[in-house]
C-alpha cells in the first residue's frame, strides 16, 4: 500500500528528499544520534532534528583510522558515513553521552570530521551530557543546566531565538506524532494486527528523519488507510523485541519470515522514542528536562527495575508470548541488560531469546535457525 511505502522508501539512504527540500528553503538540520537529546529544543529553533543512521555504508576503512574493533559497529559505521561526506546536508551536531561508544562518535566529529567547519562558525557542534539517576533532583537540575546551555548555544551560533511559545508548538508537535505512534501500537494489540514489526520499524524510524508536520499527516493517512488490514494471516507467535540499536527492518523481517510475528518492541529507535509525553501544562523547559530524564529508560541508567515492569507490562497488554533480545557486539550496556532479563525470564517464566548481531545485516542463516528453534521451543 502506497501509505506505508512513504515510510519505507524514505528510510533507504542517509538522507531524503524532505531533507533537501528543506535545505532548499534555507533551513537547517542537526544532526543527533540518542534520544537523550531532545528534539523539541531543535524545533523551537527552527530547525529540523535528524537521527543519523548509515543505510548505505558497507564498510568501516575510514572510520577505522580512529576506532578499533572494541568500538561497536553502529558507531564504526556513524563515524565513516561522516567521514565520507555522506552527512554534508547538516548544520551542526548535538552529541551526547548515551554510552562511552557513542561519546567517541562525538569526540572525532569534533576532532576530525567536523574540525575545519566549527572553527570556522560554519558547524554547529554542542554536547549534552544526560545523567544516569533518573526521578533525583540534583540529576534533573543538572540536565536541566545542560539543557539551558543547548538552547544558548543555539541562540548564539544561528541568531535565533528559542521563546516559550516556539517551545510549546514544539512540544506540541512531538507529542502529536507520539500519540499517533501510540495509535499506530494499539492496533498491533489484535489477534491479526494491520502492520507486522518490521513495517512499525520502518514508521519509527521514518520518525527521525522528515518534518513533524510531514510525518504526522503521513501517518494520519496510513492509520485510516489500515482499517480491515491484515498484515500477516497466519503466524506461530507473537513476540516482543528488546535491545540496542536497530534501524533495519530487514532484520525484523528475518524474523517473522520464520513465524515470529512482533507485536511490540523496546527499542529506540521504536517504542522508546515516542512512549512518554512532554507535560504540556508545565514550564516548556521544566516540561523538556521531566520527560527525557525520567522517559522509558535504556541500560545506561540505574533503573532496571522500572524497565522489568515496563516490559512485563507490554507482553502482557499485546499478548506476546515470548521475547527476542538483540545486542550489537562490543555494546556493554546491552550485554549487561542481557544478563538481567534473561534472569528476569527464569523468574517470570516468559521464554526468551538473545542474539548477538553486528548493524549491518548478516548472518542471516544463524539468525533463522535460532528463531526458528526458538518457536519450536515455545510450541
Known amino acids: 500500500m502506497k501509505e506505508l511505502a512513504f515510510f519505507q522508501d524514505v528510510i533507504q539512504k542517509s538522507s531524503n528528499d524532505f531533507v533537501r527540500q528543506w535545505k532548499d528553503r534555507g533551513g537547517k538540520?542537526?544532526?543527533?544520534?540518542?534520544?537523550?537529546?531532545?528534539?523539541?529544543?531543535?524545533?523551537?529553533?527552527?530547525?529540523?532534528?535528524?537521527?543519523?543512521?548509515?543505510?548505505?555504508?558497507?564498510?568501516?576503512?575510514?572510520a577505522d583510522r580512529y576506532t578499533t574493533y572494541l568500538n561497536c559497529t553502529y558507531c564504526r559505521h556513524l563515524v565513516d558515513e561522516a567521514l565520507r561526506g555522506r552527512y554534508d546536508f547538516l548544520d551542526g551536531f548535538v552529541g551526547t553521552n548515551g554510552c562511552d561508544q557513542m561519546r567517541r562518535v562525538s569526540d572525532i566529529f569534533r576532532a576530525v570530521a567536523y574540525k575545519e567547519a566549527a572553527e570556522q562558525k560554519k558547524f554547529f557542534l554542542e554536547y549534552v551530557a544526560a545523567p544516569r539517576v533518573p526521578f533525583d533532583e540534583r540529576s534533573l537540575s543538572y540536565y536541566k543546566a545542560e539543557l539551558a546551555r543547548l538552547k544558548k548555544n543555539l541562540e548564539a551560533h544561528f541568531g535565533v531565538a528559542i521563546s516559550g511559545d516556539k517551545l510549546r508548538e514544539a512540544i506540541r508537535l512531538s507529542n502529536e506524532s507520539r500519540r499517533l505512534l501510540r495509535d499506530l501500537y494499539e492496533l498491533r494489540k489484535a489477534e491479526k494486527p494491520p502492520v507486522s514489526g518490521a513495517e512499525a520499524l520502518s514508521i519509527t524510524v521514518a520518525s527521525t528523519a522528515l518534518p513533524k508536520e510531514v510525518f504526522n499527516q503521513s501517518l494520519k493517512a496510513l492509520l485510516s488507510a489500515l482499517d480491515g488490514r491484515v498484515a500477516v494471516p497466519q503466524y506461530r507467535k507473537r513476540l516482543f523485541l528488546y535491545g540496542s540499536e536497530l534501524d533495519d527492518p530487514q532484520w525484523v523481517k528475518v524474523v517473522e519470515d520464520q513465524g515470529g510475528l512482533v507485536v511490540a518492541d523496546g527499542i529506540c529507535f521504536g517504542a522508546r522514542l515516542f512512549w512518554d509525553l512532554v507535560?504540556?501544562?508545565?514550564?516548556?523547559?521544566?516540561?523538556?528536562a521531566i520527560?527525557?530524564?525520567?522517559?522509558?529508560?535504556?541500560?545506561?541508567?540505574?533503573?532496571?527495575g522500572r524497565r522489568k515492569q515496563r516490559i512485563q507490562e507490554i507482553v502482557r497488554d499485546w499478548k506476546a508470548d515470548g521475547i527476542i533480545g538483540e545486542r550489537i557486539i562490543m555494546c556493554q550496556l546491552w550485554g549487561g541488560e542481557r544478563v538481567m532479563t534473561s534472569l528476569d525470564a527464569k523468574e517470570s517464566g516468559?521464554?526468551?531469546?538473545?542474539?548477538?548481531?553486528?548493524?549491518?545485516?548478516?548472518?542471516?542463516?544463524?539468525?533463522?535457525?535460532r528463531v526458528q528453534a526458538f518457536l519450536e521451543s515455545m510450541e
Open 29 to 62: 538540520v542537526i544532526g543527533y544520534l540518542c534520544p537523550n537529546v531532545p528534539e523539541e529544543m531543535i524545533l523551537a529553533a527552527g530547525m529540523l532534528p535528524y537521527r543519523l543512521r548509515a543505510p548505505e555504508s558497507r564498510d568501516t576503512t575510514e
Open 350 to 369: 516468559i521464554p526468551t531469546l538473545w542474539v548477538e548481531r553486528e548493524y549491518l545485516l548478516g548472518g542471516t542463516g544463524q539468525l533463522k535457525t
Open 291 to 304: 520527560r527525557y530524564h525520567e522517559r522509558w529508560s535504556c541500560p545506561r541508567m540505574v533503573d532496571q
Open 279 to 288: 507535560d504540556e501544562s508545565l514550564e516548556p523547559m521544566e516540561a523538556i
